[in-house]
């Protein structure tokens, strides 16, 4: 899906150039909407909604579109003002007739997600929500990203927790968070929708866990993570 960073476009001509082309030469059906960590905009578009007020994505038959979501927060931005945004963007997206899913940026711990899916339940947003999940890579991989991705208090918990770390570096995957959602899930369904994988590891390896994961292909290992089989 291809990503489109608000900031970074220099004027209307240049979005709607870039989603004819996507449209109509790449067949794209959905397109996810980010600001960009950008500390000012290249052209009017300062934020997600100034896109989606713009009426190109509908100009061009888009229907459907992802934003996306931060449950842990965001580094340079304060809280009020990301749940502020979350909402509006959402709310703004459906009501231009797009289906709409939050998607957010991946985390180690289940809690700081399923807190922010309730809270966004209960400021009435009805998007589709999915958690973002990193698939199985090094250790070294997944705190590169982290730290560039200005993921927050789950990755400094890892960090307090040697034992949780460890685990981490042992599993090369997100299996424990993976069975935690999974319950919650199964208790209501209605705060979240699913979940989605990044790739930080390599597709294919990524395509081989969720194999083992379909199959319960996981085996509990001596640092008390958890193994394919």
């Given amino acids: 899906m291809p990503h489109i960073p608000a900031r970074l476009l220099p004027d209307a001509a240049s979005l709607d150039h870039l989603l004819g082309e996507l449209v109509g030469g790449a067949q794209v059906r959905e397109v996810l909407l980010i600001a960009g960590a950008y500390p000012r905009a290249l052209g009017p578009y300062s934020t997600v909604v100034d896109v989606l007020r713009s009426g190109l994505l509908n100009r061009h038959g888009l229907r459907r579109v992802s934003?996306?979501?931060?449950?842990?927060?965001?580094?340079?931005?304060?809280?009020?003002?990301?749940?502020?945004?979350?909402?509006?963007?959402?709310?703004?997206?459906?009501?231009?007739?797009?289906?709409?899913?939050?998607?957010?940026?991946?985390?180690?711990?289940?809690?700081?997600?399923?807190?922010?899916?309730?809270?966004?339940?209960?400021?009435?947003?009805?998007?589709?929500?999915?958690?973002?999940?990193?698939?199985?890579?090094s250790i070294a991989t997944l705190f590169r990203f982290a730290m560039r991705c200005g993921v927050g208090p789950s990755i400094r918990a890892l960090g307090a927790r040697p034992s949780s770390l460890m685990k981490l570096a042992a599993d090369h995957g997100p299996e424990p968070v993976l069975r935690e959602l999974a319950s919650a899930h199964s208790r209501n369904r209605k705060d979240f929708d699913g979940v989605h994988l990044f790739c930080f590891g390599g597709y294919l390896r990524t395509c081989e866990w969720l194999h083992a994961a379909a199959e319960g292909r996981f085996v509990l290992n001596d640092s008390g993570g958890f193994r394919l089989a």
């Fill in 67 to 137: 934003l996306a979501g931060h449950p842990e927060g965001h580094p340079k931005v304060a809280l009020d003002e990301i749940r502020r945004a979350e909402c509006e963007k959402s709310t703004l997206a459906g009501e231009a007739g797009l289906e709409v899913t939050l998607l957010t940026q991946f985390f180690f711990e289940s809690a700081p997600f399923l807190k922010w899916t309730q809270e966004m339940r209960s400021r009435g947003v009805t998007a589709r929500i999915v958690g973002g999940l990193a698939g199985p890579a």
